[in-house]
């Protein structure tokens, strides 16, 4: 499976920017999907994740309330949805993909899919 994310840009805080991660080479359907990011000279963390079906979703305590992640089955995609933006929500963002159980990816980065990061930048 290939991952594309889109969306990222520049935007001041207090804003709202939507990322797109479309996937080729496969069905979303078939796999957990998440958020992953990391800033400059930090360590990348995990930012959503949201189950098969979209059910079920899980966020990091830090974007919490602010952030939605959603999915769409029939367009292989997902999207987070990213609103109060903060300057310390300046990173890359990548989409990931694994087979497991989405919740997995609270846990550990070893994941079956990355993609390449779309970067978000928040200005003070």
């Known amino acids: 499976v290939q991952l594309q994310a889109s969306g990222g840009g520049l935007v001041q805080a207090g804003g709202s920017l939507r990322l797109s991660c479309a996937a080729s080479g496969g069905t979303v359907s078939s796999y957990g999907m998440g958020w992953f990011r990391q800033a400059p000279g930090r360590e990348r963390e995990f930012v959503a994740a949201i189950t098969r079906s979209g059910d079920s979703t899980y966020y990091a305590n830090y974007v919490k309330g602010r952030f939605t992640i959603s999915r769409d089955n029939a367009k292989n995609t997902v999207y987070l949805q990213m609103n109060s933006l903060k300057p310390e929500d300046t990173a890359v963002y990548y989409c990931?993909?694994?087979?497991?159980?989405?919740?997995?990816?609270?846990?550990?980065?070893?994941?079956?899919?990355w993609g390449k990061g779309t970067l978000v930048t928040v200005s003070s």
């Open positions: 990931t993909a694994d087979r497991r159980p989405a919740q997995v990816m609270t846990i550990t980065f070893v994941l079956d899919f």
